[in-house]
Nanobody, 126 residues
Framework: EVQLQASGGGLVQTGGSLRLSCAAS????????IGWFRQAPGKEREGISC????????YYAESMRGRFTISKDNAKNTVYLQMNNLKPEDTAVYSC???????????????????WGKGTQVTVSS
């Protein structure tokens, strides 16, 4: 059974940093497309960064490029999201997701993935 568990959220001041972790089980993160998404109250889900399955190309949403970095530790079967220079508008529930289908990171960030983990709350105070 594919399972994902995000952790590492919390309260941080504007300009601060957080690193989110996504522990995966039931599959190998190196074999699946993997990504991070977020959803703020009253807003649609937004793809932050996704690594495609096949081309391995990493996609970042424009508003987060240069501030957020996705990475994988295959030995720990864990995916990370390093978030720097956080802003109040980054406040949201952050979730990780995975998909075994072939596709680009851009595709998965736009349309979502098959498997989702429970999110972790990130709150950025001004």
């Amino acid at each position: 059974e594919v399972q994902l568990q995000a952790s590492g959220g919390g309260l941080v001041q504007t300009g601060g940093s957080l690193r989110l972790s996504c522990a995966a089980s039931g599959f190998a993160v190196d074999d699946y497309a993997i990504g991070w998404f977020r959803q703020a109250p009253g807003k649609e889900r937004e793809g932050i960064s996704c690594i495609g399955n096949g081309d391995g190309v990493t996609y970042y949403a424009e508003s987060m490029r240069g501030r957020f970095t996705i990475s994988k530790d295959n030995a720990k079967n864990t995916v990370y999201l390093q978030m720097n220079n956080l802003k109040p508008e980054d406040t949201a529930v952050y979730s990780c997701a995975a998909d075994s289908a072939q596709g680009s990171g851009r595709h998965f960030c736009k349309y979502g993935m098959d498997h989702w983990g429970k999110g972790t709350q990130v709150t950025v105070s001004s």
